[in-house]
């Protein structure tokens, strides 16, 4: 009977542990994975501080008229044209490099249309780099200085790809100094995250009309080819459709 006793407990040693045997493996496991995981998110954000920051193309700043923050033209002209953009969007640059400057020149400047800037930043959120959102940071940081619209031409010209490193903190704080910006106000403003409740607002008011994606383009609060991006036909039509309804 006291060896039948011995031998059941030695198998329920065995088993316990075996148990424990299993739950300090995974408790190693645990410890292991979060420590990876540590380290390449420190990684990430470590190593774009200490890598060089690369070329940085330079742009000659374009007249605009009546530049007013994130706005062009007469703040009472007939029409309002809101495009809501994410400075890390491909088909916002070319947007803003071949339909932008012919609303510009053809309605912004003859004081039929005042053209605003929205920030949509999206395409970080899956990133922990958060390139999108200090673009956005910046470009205010640069609006701040009344240099909104050389800023947001520099960041389209040195734009390669989505969550690449383009705009990096390191480079975005460049682009400033490229541009002759007041560095310690540029870098005070971009540190803080100053316009983050702007941005934010820009956001959520995209939202609201139905922003899906980038480049939005609105006239007068209807959105134009939603779902694709705008031809300067399509804005022009909705333009002068506006301009007709309001007399003028």
């Given amino acids: 009977m006291a060896k039948k006793q011995q031998a059941s407990k030695s198998k329920r040693q065995i088993i316990r542990e075996q148990r424990l045997r299993r739950q300090r493996q ?67 640059r070319n947007f803003s490099e071949d339909v932008e400057p012919q609303i510009v020149d053809n309605y912004v400047a003859t004081g039929k249309v005042r053209y605003v800037y929205r920030h949509y930043p999206f395409l970080d959120d899956r990133s922990i780099s958060n390139e999108s959102d200090q673009a956005a940071n910046a470009s205010m940081c640069a609006a701040e200085q009344g240099r909104f619209w050389d800023y947001h031409d520099i960041l389209f010209a040195n734009w390669n790809s989505e969550n690449a490193g383009a705009f990096s903190d390191k480079r975005l ?20 995250n100053r316009y983050k409740e702007q941005i934010d607002k820009d956001l959520a008011d995209g939202n609201v009309a ?39």
């Fill in 26 to 92: 995974q408790r190693l496991i645990t410890i292991l994975a979060v420590s990876i995981g540590a380290i390449a998110i420190a990684a990430i954000l470590i190593i774009p501080s200490l890598t060089p920051v690369g070329e940085i193309i330079q742009i000659t700043p374009v007249e605009r008229p009546m530049v007013d923050g994130t706005a062009l033209g007469e703040d009472d002209a007939p029409v309002l044209v809101e495009v809501w953009e994410d400075f890390q969007c491909p088909a916002c």
């Fill in 173 to 192: 704080v460049a682009y400033a100094e490229a541009l002759g910006l007041d560095m310690d106000s540029f870098n005070s403003c971009f540190r803080a």
């Fill in 210 to 248: 139905g922003v899906s994606g980038t480049p939005s383009l609105f006239v007068n609060g209807e959105q134009i080819a939603p779902g694709f991006v705008p031809s300067y036909a399509q804005v022009s039509q909705a333009i002068e459709t506006a301009l007709a309804s309001s007399g003028n």
